[in-house]
């Protein structure tokens, strides 16, 4: 017998050493003691690694990889010499082995890849992050996976939660990511992570106003829900009250004479109801409950604007992306990674710029468990005007940066035309001075060969702007927000005069 040890057990890669190295030993499967981590040391046979190669490594099918992937996430402790069996087989000259369904081993292994698929879904749909108190935008959530799954599924939350400061802790691992950066640890217990926060209660208050009664099925329910996952949402306290009334809540609703429809929500005119003088962080919460037109709804949040408020830079991009509705905050997801590297090549540090966008909600066509981007349209720009001409007021900077054609039509007015006068210094009606240049995810866009390093020269290029202008003494403005030590803030210049 040798000794074959994976750690940890669910990684792909840990398997294949040991499991390549067996195979170009020709340790036949029934000689190889396979075990996890956890009983390492423990083995009395000669570790399978160390033994001398005696033929090459087969080539071996992606689709068994993919399985073996799935497989090893299983806690099942026999999965390690299943899947040694079966690559053992395949090596032997069975290639198509995976398409005979009926086969034992295969059988086995799609069974155990399947209840790995099925607990990543349920923790994509049932992890429930909560605010790390005292501290701004971090957030633990606690998970019982039933499968070694963490690794599996910790990127799709960093891609889902790009900007937030996370960590999902369970009781056999933990994942951490800091808003750059995905990281594994030990796991840990429910205690270690924060318990119910303000935003549940919210979230329970909204849950139990959408819960239709009528629609209730609970066959469905536990089969989408099952119980034991209930433990991680806050809704769930409320089901068993929601259940018991919805019979009768249902009776009243067909006894009612119905009702003329109402318009459903009243569209305040905002940002009127904000003062003259009212805070960025006013206009924000005051933009938390903008209705004035219709993409507040599909999406998750408003976008407002963020950075200093006496900012002397200020950055108008299109509208918020999936990161950006998501986490709430402007140009954090691929747009703003380019934008942020853009800013790093010339020496601009973001956190002096003010950073916003020309509409403050993400307009999207759902495809699937995708969200596709839309272009907003004239009007959705025009019912956010005031914001953006909220922010621009009260921030005041000395220059203003459009970021694509809708925020350059936005403040520079419909006949401007991006291409044609890209990087070239504007004046808006206030006076104030502006550039537009194009919008990071257009280069992003840019597939062909060259044209993506080229669009992406094109961009900085224009963002030179900043520094170039204070060189040239173009003017005083740009000057005091591009001095040598790029500083962005400081004592206000003289405005140029209206153009
Ligand atoms: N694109 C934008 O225009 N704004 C964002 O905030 C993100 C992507």
Redesign the pocket.
Known sequence: MVAAAVDPPWDLDAWRAPARAALRAGVAPQDIDWTGDAQRGLLAGADVVALAPLRAAPAVPAAFLSLAGAVLCHRDPQRHALLYRMLWRIADGERALLERVTDPDVHRASVLAQAVRRDSHKMKAFVRFREVPGEVDAFVAWFEPDQHIVDRVAPFFARRFAGMRWAILTPYRSARWDSATLAFGPGGQRADAPGDDAQEDLWRTYYANIFNPARLNTTMMRSEMPQKYWKHLPEAQLLPGLVREAGSRVRDMAARAPEPPRRRIPVPAAPAVVADDASVDALRAAARECRRCELWQPATQT?FGEGPEDARIMIV?????D??DLSG?????P??KLFDRALAEIGIDRGRLY?T??VKHFRFEQRGKVRLHRNPEVAHVNACGPWLAAEVARVDPQVVVC??A??AQALLGRSFRLMAQRGTWQVLGDGRRAFATV???WVLRQREPGASEAGYRGFVDDLRLLLGAADAGTAAAVAATTSPSLSVRGPAPTRPARG
């Not at 991009?317 to 992306?321: F, I, L, S, T, V």
């Not at 905050?329 to 997801?333: A, E, I, L, S």
């Open positions: 976008v991009g299109e509208q918020p992306g990161a950006e905050r402007p140009f954090v997801g747009a703003g950073v966008n020309a970021l694509g809708t925020a919008h990071p995810s």
